[in-house]
């Protein structure tokens, strides 16, 4: 009976020393979900700062590339940190910009709204290989 106490014991000692006292709790307690693959702290914070940088550079953009790219990212921003209620970008959350990106409907308006840029900013010549571009982006999408 004591021998089986002593190992228990011991593997649990040998648990935490394998572990180096490391959990996936936070301050309080709870269970930190903002942990990557790594076990490295992974704020939202980070995720919602990208996903802001990533729709002001969709709005300056007339790069189909760079568009497309961002809109990629801020698509997985978005989602990361769905979650959240601080407003992100002009008041809308990270739900409600999930929800433009999931929603077809809304996510093709935003791409027709740059392709309409696209015909205010462009010259005739840079125009041409930039629709080529959107052409190109957006049957990889599908």
Not at 3 to 14: A, E, H, N, Q, S
């Amino acid at each position: 009976m004591l021998i089986g106490i002593i190992i228990i014991l011991v593997l649990i000692i040998f648990l935490l020393l394998v572990n180096g006292g490391r959990n996936n709790r936070t301050d309080s307690g709870s269970v930190n979900r903002y942990t990557n693959a790594q076990g490295a702290y992974d704020p939202p914070e980070q995720h919602m700062r990208i996903l802001k940088d990533c729709l002001d550079l969709m709005e300056k953009t007339v790069n189909p590339e760079t568009f497309f790219s961002r809109a990629k990212l801020a698509a997985q921003k978005a989602q990361y940190c769905v979650r959240e209620k601080t407003p992100v970008w002009r008041g809308l959350t990270c739900a409600q910009i999930n929800e433009v990106f999931s929603n077809p409907s809304k996510r093709d308006h935003r791409y027709r709204r740059f392709i309409d840029k696209l015909f205010d900013e462009g010259k005739e010549d840079r125009l041409t290989y930039q629709l080529h571009q959107v052409g190109y982006y957006l049957s990889k999408e599908n």
